[in-house]
């Protein structure tokens, strides 16, 4: 079956530092690829997304690029701020079948 | 203006007993899902209903039933309630044609004593 694995957390960093959270997947097909974020206390809300190999897709200076070759989405941003902490979910869908989730990646930044 | 709603926002209550969380949404979508998020995060998806049809029914115990009365609410019954059933329950809603962009509620957070 489809199944989404991401970097286990919890992960801190430094304000303004770099980030990235892996996430690579496993599909019968060619998925559309998600990452929902979970602010504390909130449901989740979907920060970017990707339907095809090469697509980046891009939100709030977060970015990450569907690359088919290596099966993987990483999520990406330059320079984090205190209010980007929060559980990060990657996902994946195919067809219209169900939404696939990662266990989610706790980011703490500090400042 | 609150997209997806659900209600009561926390729910503590005795074993054995009894439940319901109400999820309402505004978005004039036509598929609604119910999630259960455990302790450690993990998101895994319980029901889906499109137009008021059970499209996805995943391994859960049959004291979990969801009713939808209409295309704008989906809510879910549990019966006998068990101390593993103390979790947050997520409603989400999509367009069918989109079945990826879901837009969730904030969460019902339940803790069966």
């Known amino acids: 079956g489809n199944s989404v694995t991401q970097m286990e957390g919890p992960v801190t960093l430094s304000e303004e530092a770099f980030l990235t959270i892996n996430c690579t997947y496993t599909?019968?097909?060619?998925?559309?690829l998600f990452w929902y974020v979970q602010y504390p206390g909130e449901g989740l809300q979907l920060l970017l997304k990707a339907t095809k190999a090469d697509d980046k897709g891009s939100n709030k200076g977060f970015e990450a690029t569907y690359r088919k070759e290596t099966t993987s989405f990483h999520l990406e941003k330059g320079s984090v701020q205190v209010s980007d902490s929060a559980v990060y979910f990657c996902a994946l869908i195919l067809g219209n079948e169900k939404l696939t989730f990662g266990t989610g990646t706790r980011l703490t930044i500090i400042p | 203006d609150t997209a997806v709603s659900q209600t009561p926002k926390y729910l503590v209550t005795q074993m054995g007993n009894d439940k319901s969380i109400k999820c309402e949404q505004n978005?004039?979508?036509?598929?609604m899902y119910w999630y259960k998020q455990d302790s450690k995060k993990f998101l895994k998806i319980m029901f889906s209903?499109?137009?008021?049809?059970?499209?996805i029914n995943e391994t859960v115990p049959n004291r979990f039933s969801p009713k939808s009365p209409d295309k704008a609410h989906l809510n879910l019954h549990i019966n006998s309630l068990e101390l593993g059933d103390s979790a947050v329950y997520f409603c989400?809603?999509?367009?069918?044609?989109?079945?990826?962009?879901?837009?969730f509620g904030p969460g019902t957070r339940l803790t069966v004593l």
């Open positions: 978005l004039g979508h036509d598929t």
């Open positions: 989400a809603s999509s367009q069918g044609g989109s079945p990826s962009e879901q837009f």
């Open positions: 599909a019968t097909g060619y998925p559309s």
């Open positions: 209903y499109n137009n008021k049809e059970l499209i």
